[in-house]
């Protein structure tokens, strides 16, 4: 049980953008406290990649050793819980839990991510973050020269396309449906060699989350080592809805540079608020965030 309930800051999601904004804070002896559910999107996956430092290590592993080194600094406290509401005052924010504690403070940190969509395929959700992916940044080194698909159409695919081929001479479209490409991009695909096909995948048969085929409705099956998918997603929280903030028209939390979101007090930091989705830019965002909110709590004080 935290020691008290009324802090400077609280920070909603204690993965790597929140821990990192905590860490800045808890270096300029800020009272935080760190809220977070213990489900972050990224758990399926084995290893961490493109980051400096910690480069193949396990996302698990990475949080854990963060949390050990922020919570070396005694003004910071770590409750693990979900917040489910949050309401504005005129001296700050109250943040309630699914327990029902309710904690104050006069600045608020959203690390929420975000949660992904899974489309209707078998075997899709087991693959996520394992074979199926979302970033050659993050995971395109593991696969390449392999056998690899793009589950998306359009310009979606059309981005990946060429950042994949790089990567791979062996590169299928599937758009489980019409194609819907310019006259354009079907010419640039086809003089690099890359198929399209529009049957609907069903199913992904995997073992362990590797991918071992894709199955059509038709009931014909290809053999793939990888696949690239551009899912929807939704914010993980309702709170800085409801609290005012804008959402972007992609559907993340609207920031400035200094991650100040349009709420006076709300800062957001991490997957919610960037679409450069990588534990790199979490840890960035969240030190940013930190660290702005530090100056506004010391201007107001001083």
């Known amino acids: 049980m935290t020691a008290h309930k009324k ?6 999601g204690g993965s790597y953008a929140g821990l990192s904004a905590a860490m800045a804070l808890g270096r300029s002896l800020r009272r935080v406290l760190i809220l977070d559910s213990g489900m972050p999107c990224n758990r399926q996956t084995p290893h961490s990649h493109n980051f400096i430092t910690q480069d193949g290590v396990k996302p698990a ?3 854990e050793k963060a949390k050990k ?6 003004t910071v406290e770590f409750v693990e819980e979900l917040a489910v509401s949050g309401k504005k005052h005129d001296d700050g924010f109250s943040v309630t839990t699914q327990s029902g504690k309710e904690f104050t403070a006069p600045k608020l940190i959203f690390a929420t991510g975000i949660s992904d969509i899974m489309p209707d395929i078998k075997g899709f959700s087991e693959c996520w973050g394992i074979s199926v992916v979302h970033c050659p940044y993050c995971h395109g ?3 390449r020269g392999q056998k690899t698909g793009i589950l998306a159409n359009a310009d ?8 994949l081929k790089n990567l791979t001479d062996d590169l299928t479209i599937f758009t489980s449906g ?3 490409f310019t006259a354009d991009q079907i010419k640039k695909l086809k003089s690099r060699h890359i198929q399209i096909l529009e049957n609907e995948i069903t199913e992904i048969e995997h073992k362990g989350g590797y991918i071992q085929n894709v199955i059509f409705k038709d009931g014909g099956k290809m053999l793939l080592d990888g696949l690239y998918a551009s899912v929807p997603f939704r914010q993980h929280t309702d709170i800085p809805v409801e609290l005012g903030c804008e959402l972007t028209e992609q559907g993340h939390i609207k920031t400035d540079p200094f991650q100040k979101t349009t709420v006076n ?3 957001a930091c991490g997957d919610n608020s960037s679409m450069m989705r990588s ?3 979490a840890v960035y965002t969240g030190n940013m965030a930190g660290a702005m909110v530090n100056k506004e709590l010391s201007d107001e004080q001083f």
């Open 279 to 281: 534990v790199a830019t």
């Open 156 to 163: 979606r695919a059309f981005h990946l396309a060429p950042l």
């Open 141 to 143: 080194y593991e696969l």
């Open 61 to 63: 592993e990475i949080a």
């Open 69 to 74: 080194q922020v919570l070396r600094y005694e």
């Open 7 to 12: 802090f400077e800051v609280i920070i909603i």
């Open 178 to 180: 019409e194609e819907s």
């Open 265 to 267: 007090g709300v800062f």
